[in-house]
């Protein structure tokens, strides 16, 4: 099944071959949780979103159509339960803060590193995962979606349920005000290296 494409994975699967649903998972495990994790900021959140969004395509093969990607298609799962976790708290969740490193990805790992390296990495990391986190909700999910799933922006709209270009403003939006917040962190970096 590895040489299939995910359409046609998922329509195995809703024919009943079992073994699809281990691909699917194989394929798309990882990038749910990131995406989840990314949005909710909390590593039980984000499992328990990726999970749901197995069993919502489990429950729902039936009713899948290969009318689109089936990457729009799980996005789409993942974005509506997360949106609805966060609905049904009335709350933000915030990223974990940088002295909280066991939640932190390797975002930039390096064969050999320093220990200055890493104190550097956790650092940048943290400034990086605040500044986003302070995004507004669908800058920051449009900004996700494209910087870190590489979707393209109509697979985007499709996922956020808005047009073309609202998602193209959101993205521009979100990388202006990530220009501005991370704007200081630079200016200091460059400043502590001259010095």
């Not at 202006?176 to 010095?195: R, T, W």
Request: glycine content about 6%.
């Amino acid at each position: 099944m590895q040489g299939l494409r995910d359409e046609e994975v998922m329509l195995k699967y809703q024919d009943g071959e079992v073994e699809a649903m281990d691909e699917l998972l194989r394929r798309y495990k990882n990038p749910v949780y990131r995406f989840a994790w990314r949005i909710m900021g909390d590593d039980f959140e984000a499992q328990d979103i990726a999970q749901e969004t197995f069993l919502k395509v489990h429950q729902f093969r039936g009713a899948y159509r290969p009318t689109g990607k089936f990457s729009t298609w799980i996005f789409s799962i993942a974005h509506n339960l997360a949106l609805s976790r966060i609905r049904k708290k009335k709350w933000m969740v915030f990223w974990p803060k940088k002295d909280s490193e066991s939640d932190e990805p390797k975002d930039f790992p390096s064969l050999d590193p320093t220990p200055e390296t890493v104190v550097a990495q956790n650092e940048i990391n943290g400034i990086i995962k605040d500044c986003i986190q302070g995004l507004p909700f669908l800058q920051k999910e449009a900004l996700v979606l494209r910087e870190y799933e590489n979707l393209d922006y109509r697979d985007i709209a499709k996922i956020l349920k808005t047009s073309l270009g609202t998602v193209k403003t959101l993205i521009h939006r979100a990388r202006q005000n990530l220009k501005i917040k991370l704007l200081p962190y630079v200016e200091e970096f460059q400043g502590g290296c001259h010095e």
